[in-house]
């Protein structure tokens, strides 16, 4: 590792001051406008958010209807199966096992489409949520001349929070257009 002597690391460290010290004197001059934002109260409580998950719970309930009706006809059949096994012929019981067991494969199959299906959807429709909430924080700051709004921090004041006030503009722009 090669060594510096002390009079060049200073020269460096002081070089990097002044080229910073216009910024931070600039930076200090004006008045910066700054605010908070919840984005994941804003995915929680916007009228969008909660219409995407009507949309998807509309779209998936007749295959999860379905699938709860077909597990509800496995759980008979094995139910039977168990009753009956002992007055069964061995290969009246084999048969009808593997049958069962064969069915519970296919049951297994589509309720990991579904998951999966579902799971697809939903981060299809929360990216598409978030671009939207971006963007109307986005306008938001450009109306309200803001420099910097944080979306994630250990504390904040509540008069910095503008979480509520995005809430009525998205309100707004969701009672004004008619989605379904």
Known sequence: MAKFPRTLLFAGVMSVAALLAPGLAAAQAKDLKI??????????????????????????????????????ALKARAEKFNKDAAVMGAEERRNAE????????????????LREDLNNRKNEALNKLRVDLLTEVDRFARQGGYDLIISDALFVSPAMDVTA???QGLQAKAGGSAKP
């Open 35 to 72: 605010a908070f934002v919840n984005v994941t109260r804003l995915l929680a409580e916007s009228p969008q958010a909660n219409a995407a998950n009507r949309s998807l719970e509309n779209e998936f309930a007749p295959r999860q209807r379905d699938l709860v009706a077909k597990q509800n």
């Open 98 to 113: 593997n049958e069962l067991r064969k069915d519970e494969r296919e049951f297994a199959r589509l309720a990991e489409e």
């Open 165 to 167: 006030q995005i809430l």
